[in-house]
C-alpha cells in the first residue's frame, strides 16, 4: 500500500497561449492512451441493463378532464415568471382558468420579463380569448427588434446606447393596449388600481443600484405601467436599458429576471400590502434600521396562502429543480417541426446516454464499494495486490460489472490495473479512478451537480447559456421549498426561453402544455382538500 495523500501529477498539463488563440488547459489525465482504451461501446452494458423501464402515469395525470368543478380555489393573486419564448405556454393555462371561472376571482397580479406582459393584460381586464387574439395580432418578432441597419448596428448601438435594439415598438405596442382599456397610453399603476381596484406589481432591475425594484400602486403609484413593462423585459445587450432620472441621477433598468425571475413571494409579507397598519410611514420604522428593514425576510416574510404563481422549464434544464413529481405534467405529442425533430433526436441521444450512465454508475457504485472494503490499512491509494483481490475475490463485483466499466478487451486484474494506473507508479488513487468514470459518462460533476453539457462552438450558443445559466440559476434562488405547493410547473419540453423562430405547430404545443399543466395543478389541489377533510372528519369523529 502506498502513502496517504495524493501523488505528484508528471508536469505534462500544459496551458496553451498563442496569438489570437484561446487560453486551453489540457488536462493530462485523459491524454493517456490506455485510460482512452476505455472507450464505450454499447454492447458492454447489455448485460447489466437492456432497457429503461418508463415511468407510470401519475394517478393525477389520468383522471378526467371535466371533473375539477368542485375544485375549492383559494387563489386572489397570480405571479407569472419570465421565459422569453416559453411565455405562450401561459395561454393555455389562463385558457382553463378562465373556463372554470377561476381568472374572475383574481385581483393581484405579478411578473417579471415576459411574465410581466402576461400579468399586465390580466391586471387591465383580458380574457382568455381576448389576451389570445391580442397576442396573435402583435408585431413580429423582427418587428420588435428594431435597430436600423441590422447587424451593422449592433456594435455601434452597443457603444453609444449600451443595447442593439432601441425597443420601440415594443414600447408603443405596450401603450397601445393600455390605452384601449385606461384610455390613456401612460396610464399608471394608481390609475388602474382606482379604476379596477386590481394590483399589479412588475419587478424590474435597477442596474445602477444592483437590485430588484417591484413597482406597484404602493411603491411607484405614478410610473406609466408601460414603462415598467419595458424595464422589465429590457433584454441587457438586446435592448437600450431604460433611463429613469431623478434629479441629478440617472438609473438604468433591465430585465427584471436579471434578479428576480419568478417573484412569488411578492404579495407575501407587509411590503405591498395596501392595508393601513403597512403604509411606509409605519412600517418603515426606525429609518437607522434601514438596512434591516430592507432585507427581503422582513419585507415578504408572512407567506401569503392566497397567491399562486407559474413557471416554465424545459428538459433541458427542470432536473436541477426540486419539484413535486405530482405537479409536473408530460408532454404531449412533439410537433414535427425544425425544434421538435430537433428534440426527438437530443432525446434519443440524451436516452442511450442515461442508459450507459444508469448501467456504469451502478457498476461504479459497486467498484468503488469492493474497492474501499479491500483497502486494509484505509488510505488514500490501493496497490495491485488490493486491487486483484477487490475484483476477483468477491461476488458483488461481477463480470458484468467489470465489462460495463473496463469494457471486454479489458479481462486480467493486471490489464485494467495498468489501464488505471496513469501515473505508472503501482498505485490507483481516487482522481485515477473519477477520470475512469468521466470517461466512461458516470462523473460526478458533469453529470449530477451541473445541468447538462452543451457544446459551445457559436457565438449565439454562448449567448444562450449565458441566459439559461442566469435564469436557471436565479430560478433555484427565489424558489423556496414552500413554494412548490404553490406552483404550476409547465414543461415546455424541447421549446428553450431563447427559442424565437418557433412554427405555429410549436406555439400549439406550448398553450397545450400550459393547459395540462394548470388542470394537473388543480387536480393536485383538490387532492390537498380531500385529505384535509378527511382528517377533520376523522378528528370531530374522535371529540364525539
Known amino acids: 500500500m502506498g502513502a496517504t495523500g495524493s501523488k505528484k501529477i508528471k508536469p505534462n498539463l500544459v496551458a496553451i497561449k498563442q496569438r489570437n488563440q484561446h487560453f486551453c488547459y489540457v488536462d493530462p489525465v485523459f491524454q493517456n492512451d490506455r485510460l482512452r482504451s476505455l472507450n464505450f461501446h454499447p454492447d458492454d452494458v447489455d448485460e447489466v441493463l437492456t432497457t429503461q423501464p418508463k415511468a407510470a402515469l401519475s394517478p393525477l395525470e389520468v383522471q378526467e378532464l371535466d371533473d375539477l368543478d368542485d375544485v375549492e380555489f383559494p387563489y386572489e393573486n397570480i405571479v407569472f415568471e419570465g421565459g422569453g419564448s416559453q411565455g405562450m405556454a401561459y395561454m393555455g393555462a389562463v385558457t382553463e382558468l378562465d373556463r372554470l371561472g377561476h381568472l374572475k376571482k383574481l385581483r393581484r397580479y405579478a411578473g417579471a420579463s415576459i411574465g410581466a406582459v402576461t400579468a399586465s393584460l390580466l391586471a387591465l381586464g383580458h380574457s382568455a380569448e381576448s389576451l389570445h387574439e391580442e397576442l396573435k395580432t402583435a408585431p413580429t418578432m423582427e418587428a420588435f427588434l428594431d435597430a436600423g441597419c441590422g447587424v451593422c448596428s449592433l456594435i455601434p448601438n452597443v457603444i453609444s446606447s449600451l443595447g442593439w435594439h432601441p425597443g420601440k415598438t415594443a414600447f408603443d405596442w405596450y401603450g397601445s393596449i393600455i390605452q384601449t382599456k385606461l384610455d390613456n397610453p401612460d396610464a399608471t399603476f394608481k390609475d388602474l388600481y382606482d379604476k379596477t381596484g386590481k394590483e399589479l406589481c412588475i419587478v424590474v432591475t435597477n442596474l445602477s443600484l444592483k437590485m430588484e425594484e417591484y413597482c406597484h400602486v404602493k411603491t411607484t403609484p405614478n410610473l406609466p405601467i408601460r414603462i415598467a413593462i419595458r424595464m422589465s423585459t429590457s433584454l441587457p445587450g438586446v435592448y437600450y436599458p431604460f433611463q429613469k432620472v431623478t434629479g441629478e441621477r440617472k438609473d438604468l433598468y433591465v430585465d427584471g429576471g436579471l434578479i428576480c425571475n419568478y417573484p412569488v413571494h411578492c404579495f407575501d409579507g407587509w411590503w405591498l400590502s395596501m392595508k393601513p397598519e403597512d403604509s411606509f410611514l409605519k412600517r418603515m420604522q426606525p429609518l437607522t434600521d434601514v438596512g434591516r428593514l430592507m432585507m427581503k425576510k422582513e419585507r415578504f416574510g408572512t407567506f401569503n396562502e392566497k397567491t399562486f404563481g407559474l413557471i416554465i422549464f424545459s428538459d433541458h434544464d427542470h432536473h436541477v429543480l426540486y419539484a413535486n413529481p405530482d405537479l409536473i405534467a408530460r408532454p404531449t405529442v412533439i410537433p414535427d417541426t425544425v425544434l421538435g425533430r430537433s428534440y426527438k433526436k437530443v432525446m434519443k441521444e440524451r436516452e442511450d446516454n442515461i442508459r450507459r450512465h444508469t448501467v456504469v454508475t451502478e457498476a461504479m457504485s459497486q467498484f468503488l464499494k469492493v474497492i474501499n472494503d479491500h483497502n486494509l490499512d484505509g488510505n488514500a491509494t490501493i496497490n495491485m495486490s488490493e486491487f486483484e483481490q477487490a475484483i476477483t475475490k468477491t461476488a458483488e463485483f461481477t463480470a458484468a460489472h467489470s465489462k460495463a466499466l473496463f469494457g471486454s478487451h479489458l479481462s486480467s486484474p493486471g490489464e485494467i490495473f495498468s489501464a488505471l494506473d496513469v501515473n505508472d507508479d503501482g498505485e490507483i488513487d481516487y482522481h485515477e479512478m473519477m477520470a475512469m468514470a468521466e470517461s466512461r459518462g458516470a462523473g460526478i460533476e458533469s453529470q449530477i451537480i451541473g445541468a447538462g453539457w452543451t457544446s459551445i462552438n457559436k ?67 383538490r387532492k390537498k382538500q380531500n385529505v384535509k377533510k378527511i382528517t377533520v372528519e376523522e378528528c370531530n369523529t374522535q371529540l364525539t
Open 459 to 525: 457565438p449565439q450558443n454562448i449567448i444562450d447559456c449565458v441566459f439559461r445559466t442566469l435564469l436557471m440559476n436565479v430560478k433555484r434562488a427565489f424558489l423556496e421549498s414552500d413554494d412548490n405547493e404553490r406552483t404550476v410547473m409547465i414543461n415546455t419540453a424541447y421549446i428553450k426561453s431563447m427559442d424565437v423562430e418557433a412554427a405555429p405547430e410549436d406555439i400549439e404545443f406550448l398553450i397545450e402544455q400550459g393547459r395540462e399543466s394548470l388542470l394537473l395543478f388543480l387536480r393536485y389541489l
